[in-house]
């Protein structure tokens, strides 16, 4: 079955780089994604991956694929304030799996 | 272009009530996915509407049924309801074809007594 799985918590300086990690179980997923959740709202989608591809960079957001290990990342570069959110890692195989999230917390 | 729209934006009901949940996609999207987000974890598998029919149900019982109308917007209607229901309801609207994201509304935030 499909697994998802990330660490809880994260904390960075504002102006530093974030990354935030993610494993996923399912061989099989074709895509996968960054969603990120402010407090008292729905999900934001923020960028994905196609299963075939290594990388994809979008603006400050770099994402890691190691389809070997099953291993995603998302690196924010110069965290802000506004960053501070939690952050959902999910795959694609018949329906959309996501992980438990991973608090960012940005200190000023 | 609005977004995905979702109401009530809170409900409180008491155990043993039914409820019913709305959600409008964004124009283009005639799909619709429903999950539930219990406090502090991920958002989890309900069901997935195309074409008026479920189309695939994650592990949710009998309870939670659903319905898509024509215009593709959809409800999610759970009965019987117990206090472990309440959540916060996320109605997801996508395309059709495999590679199409999923974007979320805000959600209905429904606490039962």
């Known amino acids: 079955g499909e697994d998802v799985e990330q660490s809880l918590f994260l904390s960075v300086r504002e102006g530093d780089s974030s990354v935030i990690n993610c494993t996923y179980t399912?061989?099989?997923?074709?895509?996968l994604y960054w969603y990120k959740q402010e407090p008292g709202a729905g999900l934001q989608l923020l960028t994905y991956?196609?299963?075939?591809?290594d990388m994809k960079q979008d603006q400050r957001l770099t994402v890691l694929l190691n389809k070997k290990d099953k291993h995603l990342s998302l690196r924010i570069a110069d965290t802000q304030t506004g960053d501070s959110a939690i952050y959902f890692c999910?795959?694609?195989?018949?329906?959309?799996?996501f992980g438990i999230g991973t608090k960012l917390q940005v200190i000023p | 272009d609005a977004g995905v729209t979702q109401s009530p934006t809170h409900l409180i009901k008491t155990r043993g009530q039914q409820v019913t949940l709305r959600c409008s996609p964004k124009?283009?999207?005639?799909?619709v996915s429903w999950y539930q987000q219990a406090l502090g974890q991920g958002p989890q598998f309900i069901f997935q509407y195309y074409e008026e029919e479920e189309r695939q149900r994650g592990n949710f019982p009998d309870r939670f049924s659903g319905h898509q109308f024509p215009n593709y917007s959809s409800e999610l209607n759970v009965n019987a309801l117990l206090l472990g229901d309440s959540a916060l309801y996320l109605c997801a609207g996508s395309q059709s074809s495999y590679n199409s994201p999923l974007h979320f509304g805000n959600g209905t935030r429904l606490t039962v007594t």
């Open positions: 399912d061989s099989s997923s074709t895509y």
């Open positions: 124009s283009g999207h005639d799909t």
């Open positions: 991956i196609f299963s075939n591809m």
């Open positions: 999910a795959e694609k195989d018949q329906k959309v799996t």
